[in-house]
């Protein structure tokens, strides 16, 4: 069982930038694919960026593409999204989830469904 904790959310205005981070409880994150979705309300929650153990692949959705940035330490059991240049339509409830890194390859990472763990979620709310 992974215990996923996201933080960093928080309220700022439009062209400023943001960080949030994602703690997992498991000792060994390197084993899992991990990935970063938003929803906003009333609306489906939608993928926006995802990363493998060694960060060696890394897909954004055409939304984000060139402003937020994934990363990953995996001697911190931590992954980050760094969002820059943000817009109002960023605004949303900003999720981390794993999935296991032998699924990462056959599995459509751009759904939410293929992924086992995810956290309670940080809000981002971005003004204009």
């Known amino acids: 069982q992974v215990q996923l904790v996201e933080s960093g959310g928080g309220l700022v205005q439009a062209g400023d930038s943001l960080r949030v981070s994602c703690a997992a409880s498991?000792?060994?994150?390197?084993?899992?694919?991990m990935g970063w979705f938003r929803q906003a309300p009333g609306k489906e929650r939608e993928f926006v960026a995802s990363?493998?153990?060694?960060?060696?692949?890394?897909d954004y959705a055409a939304s984000v593409m060139g402003r937020f940035t994934i990363s990953r330490d995996n001697a911190k059991n931590t992954v980050a999204l760094q969002m820059n240049s943000l817009k109002p339509e960023d605004t949303a409830v900003y999720y981390c989830?794993?999935?296991?890194?032998?699924?990462?390859?056959?599995?459509?990472?751009?759904?939410?469904?293929?992924?086992?763990?995810w956290g309670q979620g940080t809000q981002v709310t971005v003004s204009s």
């Open positions: 989830a794993a999935m296991p890194l032998s699924e990462y390859y056959t599995s459509n990472r751009y759904k939410p469904g293929e992924y086992d763990y």
């Open positions: 498991e000792r060994t994150l390197s084993t899992y694919a």
């Open positions: 990363i493998n153990w060694s960060g060696s692949s890394i």
